[in-house]
């Protein structure tokens, strides 16, 4: 059961290709050009550094994920031998005490007394 893993592709993806450009405009002006305007520092290296950052750090959730779901796994197969337990308690005690004792009801299940008789719908020929 594994939980879908987050792609950023699509954003990392574009923003390589304008990386790429961006690139190639300082190598075609000969200098690093200023992207940020009014006052805010944005050059190639570091619109280059966030791409990075942001593939690793979505390369680091992906990694958390596949351990949750192993985690996952674990407390499921560990529901499931506890399931497989309470059903054996219930049966043992069916044949230790019997279909109607007190002992199933406090162990929680149902005695046979107390269970509701299916209701059959007749069937009108009007």
Known sequence: MGKVKRNSA?????????LSAMQ???TDEGRVVEYGGEGRTLTKVEF?????????RNADYNKLLEEADKFLNHVLQSERELQTMYTQVLKSAVAE?????DEIEMLGGTRISERKRPVRKSKDKS
């Open 97 to 101: 005490f019997g279909e109607d004792a």
């Open 48 to 56: 280059e550094a966030k791409v990075e950052e942001c593939e690793t």
């Open 24 to 26: 190639q405009i300082d």
């Open 10 to 18: 699509k954003v990392v993806g574009e923003s390589k290709i304008r």
